[in-house]
């Protein structure tokens, strides 16, 4: 017996998969996040991204952050991009006013939503440190539990190193890691390529072998001013989710050290934001703590008093805290992150590492780059 | 220090959100696989599917498989269904002729590409069984691996039953269970609420605790008859995959019983198909066999031959086979599946299990309740 379908069905089916016989601009490549069979959009070897759209009834169409394109004869829509920056951009396809995903693409949960994904590749050499390759790979699962809090199931992500199945009798530190605003618990797997970071850096013995969990930090639907919340409100209750709900039930689930010293927490953009909150004032349980693209409101005048005084005595900061890293990308306006890790260090904070992406913006680049910065100091002491 | 957004990207991140305050209609409830915050589409107890779309710049609006959207006053567009089959339907957003995955929905990859989900609930007592319950929940884990056949790597999930960790000396058998024509490994685990439903079984004691393996039966782009390919070669080289990489795989990095006895295949449609092709003609690997709303081509005038003659000696094959599963949905025409079962029954193959599901396509939910009646079967002798 053969699958059943509708014809309506069939002619669906082939839609996106008839229509992309034609020759190709020099230089240039499928994206690599398109679904298989999808030759557009294309990146060429200058950056630039060449999307090809077929909507012959369609008034307008515009790809997000890019423009409007251009009608050709035969109902194709086409756009050149300018040269963008390397790394993972979100977009979306606009028809007639209506913003989508790219039927040709791979979904990412990001502004708020599921949209798509282009990716302009980095070229210089050691820059495969987030691509598969032929070591031992860890395994990403998926994992269930009742949050009381939010009154709901939950899933989060657990990162396990290839070696875990081989060392029966061993617990590993454990590093909880955040996405940002806007994003979910898919952003590091699916965007942020952790699993391939994480696999090469074990197998390359820059890493202690770790766990890592991502879950969602309460910040998909995005922060709005008309919502009444503070900006302090605004996933909040993601800190006592960690702390009363996740860790336990990790804890409880895997074979992983609880003590304070082979705890870390790290997290991007707002989650950066959301690690600061929680890590710091709670030092009793939590020894690392990175900052990607986005930390805390750290005002260097009132040391003594923020993240209930976390840093009120310096020198008792620097043995609690091995590793406080800041990590951002070259072209977000770094200033502000560049001058907050400045004037801790010049406050005496020892344990502070800053780290600038080079050529990268508030994009998941740079946050891949955090991450494979951040593991190989962490769970070291 | 905040996360930074263009403000182009800040009124993209309010869009899907601010435009979702409205009276709905009496009955209806947000789709459940609605992203968080979305409202459109609500599902009615009538089984009508209301749908809402705002493109006040579109000439045309409509929905897959239900037709033209009415163009309200304020610039939504609305569609209410004709009263819809119970269970999970793919359906696609259409803007002046472009077809997308709704931007307000979680995406599945169907049809080729990923598009939206609308779930009929079922009302009866007893429908829950693919619902998260309070009972222990095994992990659904991504594995990576290099395919020699393919050249290039692959991914499958593996579902663990909850007890796996705490059982660090037992081993399990192991059912493979594919995916659907245009589906991919990720339909079982998001269409098809696999974990769940093994979940509930093996905590009610239904069924015997046993990993269950979903990996890419390499149909994702839909058949079609301009390829030159013949229906038989569409998927073939899914079997050596399956027979030399995957399975190999999966028993060097789980526990798991590595003889025929403790191995099953099952497959919906197109991966029934692919079942039939792979286990029948190789049962000194597998020992359980399921089709769901998809078998093989068996010739019951001619059943001495096919498949490599497994029926040859029907005697010999009852031994070995305990469990040869056919379920369809009762909305797909199942008459050529009833009269394959009753044939292979009157011919003597005892192990046919036929298995029809009231009330449902040739859709996830068939398929859903075929893995809930043939899990139970498996691994019991």
Redesign the interface.
């Known amino acids: ?6 014809s ?3 002619s ?7 229509l992309s016989a034609q020759n190709f601009p020099a230089g240039t490549k499928p994206n690599q996040h398109n ?3 999808a030759e557009w959009p294309r990146v060429g070897e200058d950056r630039r991204v060449h999307f090809r ?8 169409v515009e790809i ?2 890019r423009g409007e394109m251009t009608r050709e004869d035969d109902g194709y829509w086409t756009l050149i991009s300018n040269p963008e920056v390397i790394g993972f951009h979100y977009y ?2 606009i ?13 990412f949960f990001g ?4 949209v798509s994904g282009v990716e302009i590749p980095e070229t210089e050499p050691g820059t495969d440190y987030y691509k ?1 390759k ?1 070591v031992p ?1 860890g ?8 949050s009381k809090i939010n009154n709901k ?1 939950r899933r989060c992500f ?1 990162y ?1 190193p290839a070696e875990y ?1 081989q060392n ?1 009798q061993k617990k590993y530190p454990v590093l909880y890691l955040q996405h ?3 994003e979910d618990e898919t952003g590091w ?1 699916n965007q942020g390529m952790m ?1 391939f970071i994480m696999d090469n850096l074990i197998a390359e013995g820059k890493a202690v072998p770790m766990l890592v969990v991502m879950d969602s930090g309460n910040i ?3 922060f ?1 001013m ?1 919502s009444g919340q503070s ?1 302090n409100e605004y996933g909040r209750d993601f800190t006592p989710i960690l702390l009363t709900e996740i860790i336990p039930h990790i804890e409880s ?2 074979r992983v050290l609880t003590d304070r010293e082979n705890r870390a927490m790290a997290g991007l ?2 989650g950066g ?1 959301q690690t600061f909150n929680t890590a710091l004032p709670n030092l009793d349980k939590f020894s690392y703590i990175g900052g990607f ?5 750290i005002d260097l005048n009132d040391l003594s008093s923020v993240y209930n005084g976390a840093f009120a005595n310096i020198s008792e900061f620097n043995k609690k805290v091995p590793v406080l890293f800041m990590g951002i990308g070259s072209e ?2 770094p200033e ?2 560049r001058n ?1 890790a400045d004037g801790l260090k010049a406050a005496g904070v020892k344990s502070v590492v800053y780290y600038e992406s080079p050529g990268t913006a ?1 994009e998941w680049l740079t946050w891949r780059r955090c991450l494979n910065e951040f593991v190989p100091l962490i769970f070291k002491n």
Chains 1, 2 share one sequence.
């Open positions: 017996m053969k699958p059943i379908f509708k309506a069905l069939l669906m089916l082939f839609f996106p998969l008839t679904i298989n069979g759209i077929h909507a012959p009834e369609a008034k307008k997000s952050f979306q396809v028809i007639d006013g209506v913003a989508s995903a790219d039927p040709n693409g791979k979904p502004m708020g939503r599921w598969p032929d790979h395994q990403v699962s998926e994992n269930w539990y009742y199931w657990v396990k199945a029966p940002g605003m806007a797997s699993n998909e639907v995005p709005s008309n900006r689930n895997y953009s707002w934001f693209s986005g930390a805390g409101n977000e306006r502000r992150a907050l508030h």
